[in-house]
């Protein structure tokens, strides 16, 4: 064979891999939000006592967090392990905390009910209002956009006072061959920044969680 018609050949396999690619089957994939954890010494952990409840899942739509829309037609669709989207949220904030939270410590960090550390010095819950990502492929392209919106809740029970902090994020990808691990280390990043976002707009002082005075 020659060797034009094995260029023509070789594009021809390229297209209709390409094509082969571009119609959805109505699949749902798995994403999967945890991360490894580094090594921590345990003699560090800070001596004030947290406590995270399950965060509440209200989201409008909580049987996928997204789709993608396939550039000849059809869709697939992506969800957590379980569905259980506020709970793997909640346990990426508490092995933050637990690695490496506020000035960079290691925190007393617990997921569970108020009830299950009554001597708790902050109790943590908050609700997921989104969390969601829409995929576009087109020639050549495929666009990734990832969005969180998360309420936090912090009651501290040295005065009795409360903490709020609303947390947004949201970004933007686009690249050129597809793999699903691209929409994965994507939310994986949008959580990522939320959780950043919480840390860097609240501190803990006298064994309380506040906001941090804007100056």
């Not at 396999?13 to 490894?36: F, N, P, Q, W, Y």
């Not at 954890?37 to 006592?49: C, G, H, N, R, S």
């Not at 346990?91 to 997921?111: I, Y």
């Not at 990808?173 to 919480?198: H, K, P």
Request: proline share 3%.
């Amino acid at each position: 064979m020659k060797p034009s018609s094995l260029r023509v050949l070789s594009c021809a396999v390229m297209v209709a891999a390409m094509l082969a690619g571009c119609r959805g089957t109505g699949e749902v994939r798995t994403i999967d939000l945890r991360e490894k954890l580094p090594m921590v010494q345990v003699t560090d952990i800070e001596p004030v006592k947290i406590v995270i409840e399950p965060f509440e899942d209200r989201r409008a739509d909580k049987s996928r967090i997204g789709a993608r829309s396939h550039l000849w037609g059809g869709t697939t669709y992506f969800n957590v392990p379980g569905d259980r989207l506020a709970e793997m949220i909640t346990q990426r904030l508490a092995d933050r905390l637990k690695t490496r939270g506020w000035r960079d410590r290691v925190w007393n960090v617990r997921v569970g009910p108020a009830a299950s550390v009554p001597d708790a010095d902050i109790v943590i819950n908050g609700q997921v209002q989104d969390f969601s990502t829409t995929v576009k492929s087109r020639v050549f392209s495929t666009v990734i956009e990832t969005n969180s919106r998360f309420n936090v809740q912090a009651k501290n029970q040295s005065d009795s006072s409360t903490t709020i902090r609303r947390v947004e994020g949201a970004r933007t990808r686009t690249v050129f061959w597809f793999n699903n691990d691209d929409v994965q280390e994507q939310l994986s990043a949008t959580l990522r920044d939320g959780i950043e976002r919480l840390l860097g707009d609240t501190t803990i002082e006298h064994k309380a969680l506040r906001s941090v005075r804007q100056k």
